[in-house]
């Protein structure tokens, strides 16, 4: 079976002239190299095909695959995590991980909180602001906190990202609009633990992996999972694998929103909770980081004692199982006991 990689490799970018914080979501070698690997011990063949515009050229060239393992992010627009998708599903190519609506949905933020609080799942009270102005309409009681609607690895987000006054709000809104050139999400700012789930598998057949709890050290920036504290997490973030009542309700809410928005394959939901302990949805990453290190969808299989390669093997047998084609050196995840939560 002939596997084809897609991805967005960090190095080429940063070699085009894009800065460190522009190219923060895109892929490191090793991440590639790692997950080919895992690939090729499972005994698929690997191709490695790189972003949009090479599948596009490859595509054109005749090329085809039996499936194609998908992390690739994109670079532009609200759309930029489902253009692969879109076009492999053009051609009739099975991918792993979700499809091209549920991508371009869970990107924005801000129309992702619609559907999960149509769903009557908790996630704090918020407003999407699209210009300065917009500011002076939210009724949200203070603390709040900004950041942009379409952004990952923290990118945005910093000490300032907590807001308590309606001047703090418009600087903080008037800086982020400017500077990622979209809308900001301003949300009511949940003062309790935050988690991260682990989740493989799809719809309502989705299992958790575990969840941690994200743990800021004093040296940290304060009160947020910024981009400076993900960066120096070594130093800065401790990740503790937590099993008590409220990880469990964490957990409840997290495979409720990532069933309910048709997320597959594999990633991860971010909650924190509210005063009063109950775990709120923050958003969802259906196409998660897979670095074996520092990614936090490894790290919580790391905690659990789940081996990169069987993380990657589960992650395969969910695409496989929609496509109608099955791989027998993977075991079920259904069966399994100890690794899931």
């Excluded at 992010?73 to 792993?96: K, N």
Aim: proline fraction near 5%.
């Amino acid at each position: 079976m002939k596997i084809g990689i897609t991805y967005d490799l960090r190095d080429d970018y940063i070699a085009l002239g894009f800065g460190d914080e522009e190219t923060a979501e895109f892929d490191r070698l090793d991440t590639i190299e790692a997950i080919e690997s895992a690939l090729q011990d499972l005994g698929l063949e690997t191709d490695r095909i790189g972003n949009v515009r090479s599948l596009a050229a490859r595509l054109v060239a005749g090329d085809r695959w039996d499936m194609v393992f998908n992390i690739a992010e994109g670079l532009r627009g609200f759309g930029r995590e489902a253009q692969v998708p879109a076009l492999l599903d053009a051609y009739d190519i099975p991918y792993t991980f979700s499809d091209a609506l549920v991508l371009a949905l869970t990107l924005h933020k801000g129309m992702t909180k619609r559907v999960i609080r149509d769903l009557g799942i908790p996630t704090p009270d918020f407003a999407v602001i699209e210009e300065p102005s917009d500011c002076d309409g939210v009724q949200i009681p203070f603390p709040l906190f900004a950041k942009p609607v379409a952004e990952g690895t923290g990118k945005g987000i910093d000490a300032a990202s907590k807001i308590r006054t309606r001047i703090e709000l418009r600087s903080a809104c008037e800086r982020l609009l400017s500077e990622f050139d979209q809308p900001v999400l301003v949300e009511a700012f949940m003062p309790g633990r935050e988690f991260t789930v682990g989740i493989v598998g799809t719809g309502r057949a989705a299992r958790a992996i575990g969840c941690i709890e994200v743990v800021l050290r004093k040296e940290a920036e304060p009160e947020a999972y910024s981009y400076w504290n993900k960066k120096k997490y070594d130093e800065l973030v401790e990740y503790r694998l937590v099993e008590d009542e409220m990880a469990g309700r964490a957990i409840e809410v997290a495979l409720a929103a990532w069933a309910g928005l048709g997320c597959r394959d594999g990633g991860r939901v971010d909650l924190r909770a509210d005063g009063g302990g109950v775990p709120h949805f923050l958003e969802v990453n259906p196409l998660a980081g897979l670095n074996p290190v520092v990614s936090d969808l490894p790290i919580i299989c790391t905690l659990k004692g789940m081996a990169y390669g069987h993380l990657i093997s589960l992650i395969m047998e969910s695409a496989l199982a929609r496509a109608g084609k099955t791989l027998n050196l993977i075991p079920s995840f259904q069966s399994l006991s100890g690794p899931l939560a």
